[in-house]
Structures are given as C-alpha cells and as structure tokens.
C-alpha cells in the first residue's frame, strides 16, 4: 500500500504541475497577441527608415561628416544583449547567451569587450565576467518609445565620445510563436550602401540632404533598438507559450502513465488479497 500511495502522490504533484503550465501557456498566449500586433505594426516602418538611413549613409562622409557613420579601427565593442527577465522559455534566453558568449570568444577575440544587459538573464551570464556595464532589465516593466529612446541615446553619447568603436545588438527576431530567430545588428557605426548611385536613386531630398540626416539619424537608431527589444518580447511569449505547450502534454502523458501504473498496482493488490482469503479459507476447511 506504501507503493500506491507513492504513486498518488506523484499524480497529484504532476496534475498541479499540468496546471501551472497551462496557465502559463495561456497566459503568455494572450500578451503574445499583443506583442504579435505591436512589431508587426512597427517593423515596415522601422526597415524602410533603416533603408533610407543605409541609403543616405553612403553620402554622409562627404557631405555631412556624420560622427555616427565614422569608420574606427576596432578595439572597443559594446554589445547590447537582450534577453528576457524571467525563464521558462525554452531556448529563448540560452540562444542569445550562446551567441553573445561566441562574438566575445570568436568574432572579436583579442579586442576590449562589454555587455549592455537588456534582460536579467543576460545580466546574471555576464554580470559574474566583469563584462556589464550596464543592466537595463527594467526596460520590460515599461516597454515604451520613450524609455527605449533614453538607452539609445546613452549608445549614440558612448560612441560619439569615443569610449566604443562599434556597437552590435543581439536579439531574437519574432518569426512566429513557435519560431524565433537569433539576430546580430550592427548598431553603431551607421553601415553605408555599397555605391553612391544606389544612395541618389530613389530619394529626393528637401531643404537639404545634410539636414534631413541630422535629424533622421538618432530617430532611426531609435527606432532600430526599440524594433529589436518589441522582437525580442514578442519572441519571449511565443518561445514562452510553446514550452508550456510542450510542459503541458508531457505532463498529461506522465499523468496518463501513472494512473495506468497505479491502476495495475491496485489490481494486483487485490487480487493478492483475493488470494490470501481463498488460502486461508482452505486452510480452515482441510
């Protein structure tokens, strides 16, 4: 009877556990609507002003100068790496650690560099390096243009003062609630077209083009980190949503297979009951 008792007490402990995940499932399944219609709204807007950016980059050297197109000898990197603040998402937050942990191993071995933690994931793998110089975890707690705008700003005063050669932003990009896909950007410095003639080709440029970059520059950095943070929460609640999925029908499994297994204990114990009766009561009658 010890035995079946264990085994009830296995079934209560994954039937709460099923219900946790499937709250949670749910739960993230309705913020990743919201998420979902938020960066699918913004994301036309932020590549084609990213495009134009790109576009106009290639003439900014000549004309303007921009100290954000400035091409540096790279010995300073700062890489923004956004992760979520809680767990529970699969591979969500492992994926963007792992290919942080591969640009400082790998990409820019040799060089002086830093993290920028976007998320409290990111920020306990690299905070035990000394590499953080920054957690803006809180982020997620008012995810607005606004608060976004104030960290890109702190980037563009950083590499306009020299203490960074390049910035780079890992994410992942919402594909769909089942797929997320790791992103690499180059934030900072702003990277030209390749020809001049594909810069002049499809823009006509009032009062002037030097003007217009000026002021076309910082909202369009803007715009590209807060495009990658709106990713990455979108993704969190879809990688989120799919692993409590995932949680829930093993649960249900396990469940399954443990009242099957109780059920043939239970049998066989009475059956051994049966069996004891019947003995004893022929040991009587001989």
């Known amino acids: 009877m010890a035995n079946l008792k264990e085994i009830r007490n296995r079934i209560s402990s994954v039937s709460s556990t099923m219900q946790i995940t499937s709250a949670m499932k749910m739960v993230s399944a309705a913020k990743l609507k919201k998420a979902q219609d938020a960066i699918t709204a913004m994301r036309p807007y932020a590549d084609k002003l990213t495009e134009l950016l790109q576009s106009l980059s290639a003439t900014l050297n000549e004309d303007a100068g921009s100290k954000f197109a400035e091409q540096r000898e790279v010995n300073n990197v700062l890489i923004v790496s956004i992760t979520s603040n809680r767990g529970l998402c699969g591979a969500f937050n492992s994926n963007i650690i792992k290919q942080t942990q591969h640009l400082i191993s790998n990409v820019y071995t040799g060089k002086q560099v830093s993290v920028l933690a976007i998320g409290k994931k990111s920020n306990d793998a690299f905070s035990k390096t000394g590499l953080v110089i920054d957690n803006q975890s809180q982020i997620f707690d008012n995810l607005t243009f606004d608060n976004v705008a104030e960290i890109a700003q702190m980037l563009m005063d950083k590499f306009s003062a020299g203490e960074f050669d390049k910035i780079e932003i890992v994410y992942n990009k919402f594909k769909n609630a089942a797929t997320q896909i790791v992103m690499t950007e180059q934030f900072l410095p702003i990277v030209p077209v390749e020809t001049e003639e594909e810069a002049n080709s499809d823009y006509i440029f009032e009062p002037s083009k030097i003007e217009i970059v000026e002021q076309l520059i910082p909202k369009s950095l803007k715009t590209q980190l807060y495009k990658g943070i709106r ?27 443990l009242k099957l297994t109780y059920n043939k204990a239970r049998q066989a114990a009475i059956t051994n009951e049966i069996l004891e009766i019947v003995g004893g009561a022929e040991a009587l009658n001989n």
């Open 231 to 257: 990713d990455s929460f979108a993704s969190e609640h879809g990688a989120r949503m799919t692993a409590m999925h995932k949680a829930t029908d093993n649960a249900t499994e396990l469940r399954d297979q």
